[in-house]
């Protein structure tokens, strides 16, 4: 396998999740429901008392459900079992994604978090505009970075030299997948800082 390779697979697996959790928690709860109706089932062929409901009479109430239950609460539990499942498939199908980027490096494979990320351009953006740290707010998601900067009441602000300062930053970095880089200047100002 060659460098490339290795370094591309191992930044796909560092950036996407694996449905462990999710996995385990279907399997444990389809191992409970099981090994009860296998409980249920042997100890109604050895004519003991059932734990809740022996299966002859899980049987039969399942089949006056629809008798008994009215039409709006069966269409909804219908619904809520099918949007349980889609959320199901779609976890198993789609990609999952840490809140991370790789870095573009020619040598090796720079995995860095978001959050880091966020800290450093903030940094930059509080340095350029002489703002101290919490009058600047970073947020990153797979394919947007954006910065909200409350400026000093009375204070004139240069967003744009911000933007560009912070732009040059971001581009220094080489992130991938590469986000887009929105600044946005708060209405209400900080007072007293």
């Known amino acids: 396998m060659s460098t490339g390779r290795q370094a591309r697979r191992i930044g796909r697996r560092e950036l996407h999740s694996a449905r462990a959790v999710a996995s385990v928690i279907v399997a444990v709860t389809l191992i409970i429901v099981l090994v009860w109706v296998g409980t249920e089932t042997v ?3 050895f004519g003991q008392r059932p734990l809740l409901a022996a299966p002859w009479q899980m049987a039969e109430w399942a089949a006056g459900l629809a008798a008994t239950t009215a039409p709006a ?4 539990s219908g619904l809520l079992m099918a949007l349980a499942g889609l959320v199901l498939i779609l976890a198993g199908v789609l990609p999952g994604r840490r809140a991370r980027h790789q870095l573009a490096r020619d040598r090796a494979t720079v995995i860095v978090d978001d959050a880091v990320i966020a800290a450093a351009l903030s940094k930059v953006a509080r340095q350029r505009g002489r ?11 797979a394919r947007t970075i954006t910065i909200l900067i409350r400026p000093t009441s ?5 967003r744009d030299g911000i933007e560009k300062f912070v732009e040059a930053e971001a581009a220094r970095y080489g992130l991938h997948p590469g986000p887009r880089l929105a600044v946005r200047v708060s209405e209400q100002g900080a007072v007293g800082v």
Not at 131 to 141: D, F, G, K, N, Y
Not at 154 to 158: E, K, N, R, V
């Open 154 to 158: 009375g204070i004139a602000l240069d």
């Open 43 to 45: 100890l109604s062929a």
């Open 73 to 76: 609460v069966l269409v909804t």
């Open 131 to 141: 703002l101290v740290p919490e009058q600047v707010t970073t947020t990153i998601s």
